[in-house]
T-cell receptor, first 114, second 112 residues
Framework: DGGITQSPKYLFRKEGQNVTLSCEQN?????MYWYRQDPGQGLRLIYY???????QKGDIAEGYSVSREKKESFPLTVTSAQKNPTAFYLC?????????????FGPGTRLTVT | GESVGLHLPTLSVQEGDNSIINCAYS??????FIWYKQESGKGPQFIID?????DKRQGQRVTVLLNKTVKHLSLQIAATQPGDSAVYFC???????????FGRGTSLIVHP
């Protein structure tokens, strides 16, 4: 089955540590995205990538980094520079330019930093 | 900047009632709109979309209405079921950009 996966589902880290969240898709989508969701809030865009080896900052990129070495993979690193890293992180992919062009979301990773 | 927002953060209905979730947008250049459903602890899922050259689109038990004059979008769910309980987001995109802007979301609670 085609889909988008994120791992792990729950992640706990100590303050000051970097942590990398995994996102993989087998939908052959060109575009991939990372969002952050806080309780009772909408989705805020962290980074996005339209093609391999290229990515752009979203609205809240500070304290985060990404890579896009493969079409299928778009890992997100939450660095120690991120002031409030505890949140629910969602990865998505899409195929820009198609008639129906929605984003397909993964199940999310809930990160807790103490 | 321009944004997408929702009128009601929480909507409570009885099972079997029809539900209407509203969304206001401010970008007059928006030409593509999507409704997503997000169940607790999961990622959002596509429900229905509509382009700006339409004012109504129907799916299975759902209807999206678009009023470009007042920049308003609504999602109607017929015969609401407990399984419809979730947070519903509208998202809009303007021509030339494939990056959507999401609203804050409305929590729909369906009472049996």
């Amino acid at each position: 089955d085609g889909g988008i996966t994120q791992s792990p589902k729950y992640l706990f880290r100590k303050e000051g540590q970097n942590v990398t969240l995994s996102c993989e898709q087998n939908l052959n989508h060109d575009a991939m995205y990372w969002y952050r969701q806080d309780p009772g809030q909408g989705l805020r865009l962290i980074y996005y990538s339209q093609i391999v080896n290229d990515f752009q900052k979203g609205d809240i990129a500070e304290g985060y980094s990404v890579s896009r070495e493969k079409k299928e993979s778009f890992p997100l690193t939450v660095t120690s520079a991120q002031k409030n890293p505890t949140a629910f992180y969602l990865c998505a992919s899409s195929r820009p330019g198609q008639p129906r062009d929605e984003q397909y979301f993964g199940p999310g990773t809930r990160l807790t930093v103490t | 900047g321009e944004s997408v927002g929702l009128h009601l953060p929480t909507l409570s209905v009885q099972e079997g009632d029809n539900s209407i979730i509203n969304c206001a947008y401010s970008n007059s250049a928006s030409d593509y709109f999507i409704w997503y459903k997000q169940e607790s602890g999961k990622g959002p899922q596509f429900i229905i979309d509509i382009r700006s050259n339409m004012d109504k689109r129907q799916g299975q038990r759902v209807t999206v209405l678009l009023n470009k004059t007042v920049k308003h979008l609504s999602l109607q769910i017929a015969a609401t079921q407990p399984g419809d309980s979730a947070v519903y987001f509208c998202a809009e995109r303007s021509g030339g950009s494939y990056i959507p802007t999401f609203g804050r979301g409305t929590s729909l609670i369906v009472h049996p």
